[in-house]
């Protein structure tokens, strides 16, 4: 029997969890059971490191910031800058990063609305972007060493050591 819940829901529960962790720990304090209590705030901090993971898979609307770039609404990191060519030709919104590289925020792009002034020019956006944008560069590159490193992991078999997935 499959169960679903929505990330709200698993939220929720991870947040009760970490509730009842807490109190039994102070339970356990009480009673002079340090090493349950220890297991139990242990427990409490990754029912936190979960929500906290859960979260950031909710997408959030993009911050813009001085009318340059489109940021991160969690960290401040750079996800979109907004002008191609200032102030004629604005980026276009489906070319921002669906996660942020910084924290892992997902990021919802729907609803931002196009600003007049977007002009079509016949380019492709692919080669537009990849001619023009370094940041767009920078993420495929390490979007693309992250497959491969990946990619090398799991048809190694586990037999060297581990190796960092940067």
């Not at 356990?28 to 427990?43: G, S, W």
Request: proline share 4%.
């Amino acid at each position: 029997m499959k169960v679903k819940i929505s990330l709200e829901e698993a939220i929720q529960i991870l947040q009760s969890g970490k509730q009842q962790s807490c109190i039994m720990a102070k339970e356990r304090l009480q009673e002079k059971d340090n090493e349950n209590a220890v297991n139990l705030v242990k427990m409490a901090f990754s029912l936190e490191l979960a929500t906290a993971a859960l979260q950031r898979q909710i997408p959030t609307k993009p911050k813009e910031y001085e009318d340059k770039y489109y940021g991160c609404p969690t960290c401040g990191n750079v996800l979109l800058h907004k002008w191609k060519k200032y102030p004629d030709i604005l980026m276009p919104k489906e070319k921002g990063l669906p996660y942020c590289l910084g924290c892992g925020q997902a990021i919802d792009w729907k609803g931002e609305k196009e600003e007049d002034g977007a002009e079509e020019d016949g380019v492709d956006d692919d080669e537009r972007m990849e001619s023009d944008d370094p940041l767009y560069l920078w993420t495929q590159m390490t979007l693309k060493n992250a497959k491969i490193q990946i990619l090398g992991d799991e048809n190694n078999g586990g037999n060297d050591e581990k190796r960092s997935r940067t």
